[in-house]
């Protein structure tokens, strides 16, 4: 760590912050951002539903949800490319945790309370990659659509 500050004091232009590690995890929380993105917009009901998903997925309080979020941000910014992304999810996780991860990325898509055209692409190219059904990915779909139904009939 001293090392990095001083790399950093030395010459702060040129500093560049390590790659972050390219593991199950911090590539779900990259996808997640991508299809926060993927209508050309980063709204906060998408960084706070991806921070709350965070938290559950992992059991960790909020400052280290924020902390992962922004792991994965700068992830998705140095390896954008989505078939990357997924081929390494896809051979780092079984099929259960895979759908839980298809649902991460529906929830995210959800986060404002409606369904992007730009979004849903995104997400059925991504099922697509990841070898998901379109009958299994049309189940996760619904059963996101189902849950966040039944969270606004409880809050209202």
């Not at 590690?21 to 993927?38: C, E, H, P, S, Y």
């Not at 910014?77 to 896809?90: N, Q, S, Y």
Request: aromatic letters at 8%.
């Amino acid at each position: 760590m001293f090392e990095k500050l001083i790399a950093f004091f030395s010459n702060p232009s040129t500093y560049e912050k390590p790659m972050p590690k390219a593991d199950r995890d911090n590539v779900i929380g990259a996808l997640m951002v991508q299809t926060a993105k993927a209508d050309r917009a980063y709204f906060f009901e998408e960084t706070e539903t991806i921070h709350r998903v965070l938290s559950e997925r992992h059991n960790i309080g909020p400052i280290d949800a924020a902390k992962m979020c922004a792991t994965c941000e700068r992830l998705e910014e140095v390896m954008p490319d989505t078939v990357e992304l997924a081929a390494i999810l896809r051979e780092a996780v079984g099929t259960d945790e895979l759908e839980d991860a298809l649902r991460a990325l529906w929830r995210i898509a959800f986060a404002y309370g409606i369904e992007r055209d730009e979004q849903d692409a995104f997400l059925h190219k991504v099922e697509a990659m990841l070898g998901v059904t379109p009958e299994r990915a049309k189940a996760l779909h619904d059963e996101v659509i189902s849950t966040k139904l039944d969270l606004v009939k409880i809050h209202s």
